[in-house]
T-cell receptor, first 115, second 116 residues
Framework: GNSVTQMEGPVTLSEEAFLTINCTYTATGYPSLFWYVQYPGEGLQLLLKATKADDKGSNKGFEATYRKETTSFHLEKGSVQVSDSAVYFCALIRSSGGSNYKLTFGKGTLLTVNP | NAGVMQNPRHLVRRRGQEARLRCSPMKGHSHVYWYRQLPEEGLKFMVYLQKENIIDESGMPKERFSAEFPKEGPSILRIQQVVRGDSAAYFC??????????????FGEGSRLTVL
């Protein structure tokens, strides 16, 4: 079945540090890949996505590249801010066949950025 | 422009009681999904509903759990005779249509159920 494994947290960084949160997946076929973010007291919201191999998703300074050869979708940001403190979830969805509305999530990684 | 509204945000129940969680989707959204997040786990799909129809309930426990999305009113996730293992965060999401490939669901803030 489908599964997502992401870096264990919590991750604590100083402002302007470089961020990497690792995510690898197992899936049949060619899934679409996503990063969701949950800020304190809010619901999850889509941060970025990539729907095919070698696609790069980007938003708010965050980037992730769909690497089929390594089945990975690592999240990166060159310079984090305090406002980036949140829980980050890697997720996938099947791209064909039935049940292609079900997101499979990783466990989430808590990021805390200190001033 | 209201987002997905869930209530209650926090619910405490004793073992054996019933829990009802409500979800009002975003305006114009007719597809609702419920996910559960157990401690130290990722979100797990429970059920997908459209108005008056359960499309896929493959992620729901076979007993004690039920969901509905009536023609009028919010979607309801109902848990009968709660047990401690039901303690979790329950997230509702909505979309304007089935979203193959896009994966963009709009989530509520979640309802946190604690069973004493």
């Amino acid at each position: 079945g489908n599964s997502v494994t992401q870096m264990e947290g919590p991750v604590t960084l100083s402002e302007e540090a470089f961020l990497t949160i690792n995510c690898t997946y197992t899936a049949t076929g060619y899934p679409s890949l996503f990063w969701y973010v949950q800020y304190p007291g809010e619901g999850l919201q889509l941060l970025l996505k990539a729907t095919k191999a070698d696609d790069k998703g980007s938003n708010k300074g965050f980037e992730a590249t769909y690497r089929k050869e390594t089945t990975s979708f690592h999240l990166e940001k060159g310079s984090v801010q305090v406002s980036d403190s949140a829980v980050y979830f890697c997720a996938l969805i099947r791209s064909s066949g039935g049940s292609n509305y079900k997101l499979t999530f990783g466990k989430g990684t808590l990021l805390t950025v200190n001033p | 422009n209201a987002g997905v509204m869930q209530n209650p945000r926090h619910l405490v129940r004793r073992r054996g009681q019933e829990a009802r969680l409500r979800c009002s989707p975003m305006k114009g959204h007719s597809h609702v999904y419920w996910y559960r997040q157990l401690p130290e786990e990722g979100l797990k799909f429970m059920v997908y509903l459209q108005k008056e129809n359960i499309i896929d309930e493959s992620g729901m426990p076979k007993e004690r759990f039920s969901a509905e999305f009536p023609k009028e009113g919010p979607s309801i996730l109902r848990i009968q005779q709660v047990v401690r293992g039901d303690s979790a965060a329950y997230f509702c999401a909505s979309s304007p249509r089935v979203t193959p490939n896009t994966g963009e669901l709009f989530f509520g803030e979640g309802s946190r159920l604690t069973v004493l």
